[in-house]
């Protein structure tokens, strides 16, 4: 989906209510706005419910001080128009009371950026702006202040957060990875303590996948690639809307043949991904005018070292992400399905799967299904796209069940005889 073509409303509307039904806000809370070439400030109307607006609903105001539509604009549009002042380069403003982001909010400190490389990547410095009355001057120059300062981001103490891009969908990024990264950093506190990424760790991120790949035109497009790409749509879709993937981190794959295999893009939006715009790989080639994920690489070797796996997914989910990130030990053997699926899971240290993805090729294997790289991902395999996908959700359904039962009592685990029992009835 191109959002440059899209009208200023649409992106509005669209966006809005992907906030919302992510529960990334409530009926009457938070606030978005385009400021267009003309100068004029669209922006979503006071009062109205969140999970219902049409772009009919979003108000224009000019730069006048006109305001046109039939409601009045958001109470917040002070601080708007003075991020817009502020900062004459940016193009469009988020403002959302995001759960985990609150919660921060409310103890009037930033989430640890530095947990994850993206969030640091994505977000830059975060600022924070001291509380004021919502819709007054005073809020709006509080704001200001720190955009001024060169933040994108900014948590408002008592209130929420909002961030500024050069479109809405970067302003949005933004948001989602910050809410993301906090959310992050609170299910490791129930863990233990988090192992902050070093600024050279966090810069090691950004030379994963720069080796450039030749392009080549397809001469044809197969059923079986087309039946290929079109299931992994489907399922990249289900993966963002269960919070498995963010906007534009998670990467699918699957092989179309002999050291062939289709692959998501870098940098597009995972929510409104279309068959056309995964990208096919070939002897090492990518796909004209088309840029693969930054992990095509490691993907190929995978398929190469391992002719038994047909997919691979590598995800940033939140609690078993929480165990790399704490450096805490996960046992497999809590319930028959999690032991089978996962078996021993295996972390390796952070860039590993950069600086050495050799290590990760020779770890994975029918026995070892899922690999955990220390504050970065997930990478899971199987012989078909949906095994993988199985494999990485049952992985973050243990996770997630130990966090939580770890909260209400002692964990009891599966025996050594109740796994000798799952392992024939198995065969494993």
Not at 187 to 193: A, F, I, M, V
Not at 310 to 322: K, R, S
Not at 368 to 375: A, K, Q, S, T
Request: proline share 5%; hydrophobic share 40%.
């Amino acid at each position: 989906m191109d959002y440059k073509f899209m009208h200023p409303a649409e992106q509005i509307v669209l966006t809005i209510n992907r906030i919302y039904r992510k529960q990334m806000t409530t009926t009457s809370g938070g606030n978005l706005s385009i400021i267009d070439s003309d100068g004029n400030i669209w922006i979503t109307p006071s009062g109205i419910d969140k999970g219902a607006l049409t772009p009919a609903d979003i108000c224009m105001v000019k730069p006048d001080g006109t305001v046109v539509g039939k409601y009045k604009p958001s109470v917040e549009l002070p601080f708007h128009k003075l991020v817009y002042k502020t900062r004459p380069e940016v193009r469009a403003v988020v403002h959302a009371h995001s759960p985990s982001l609150v919660s921060y909010s409310l103890i009037r400190k930033i989430p640890d950026t530095r947990i994850i490389p993206t969030a640091r990547l994505v977000c830059g410095d975060v600022g924070i702006a001291k509380y004021e009355v919502p819709g007054s001057m005073e809020l709006g120059e509080a704001i200001a202040a720190e955009f001024k300062k060169g933040a994108d981001v900014v948590v408002m103490e008592n209130h929420g957060v909002v961030t500024c891009g050069q479109d809405l969908f970067d302003a949005f990024e933004k948001f989602e990875t910050l809410e993301r990264c906090a959310k992050l950093d609170i299910t490791s506190k129930l863990l233990g303590n988090a192992y902050p990424l070093t600024d050279e760790q966090i810069e090691l991120a950004n030379e994963k996948g720069k080796a450039q790949l030749g392009e080549f035109i397809p001469a044809e497009i197969s059923s079986k690639e087309k039946e290929i790409r079109n299931k992994m749509c489907t399922l990249i879709h289900r993966a963002y809307d269960q919070d498995l993937f963010s906007s534009t981190m998670g990467t699918f794959s699957e092989k179309l043949g002999n050291d062939s295999f289709i692959i998501t893009p870098y940098g597009k939006d995972r929510k409104h991904l279309e068959p056309q715009d995964l990208v096919r790989v070939d002897n090492g080639w990518r796909e004209a005018g088309k840029r693969p994920s930054r992990s095509a690489v490691l993907h190929r070797m995978i398929y190469e070292a391992h002719p038994e796996f047909n997919a691979i997914v590598v995800a940033q989910p939140t609690n078993i992400l929480a165990f790399g990130i704490t450096r805490t030990e996960i046992d497999s053997r809590t319930i028959p399905e999690s032991y089978i699926k996962i078996r021993d899971l295996t972390r390796l240290p952070y860039g590993t799967n950069i600086t050495n993805p050799q290590e990760v090729v020779k770890k994975l294997s029918a026995d070892n299904p899922v690999i955990l790289i220390e504050n970065d991902s997930v990478i899971a395999v199987g012989k078909t796209l949906i095994e993988a996908f199985d494999a990485l959700e049952v992985v973050e359904f243990t996770a997630n069940t130990i966090i939580h039962a770890g909260l209400v009592g002692e964990i009891v685990k599966i025996t050594d005889k109740e796994v000798d029992d799952i392992n024939k009835a198995f065969n494993l």
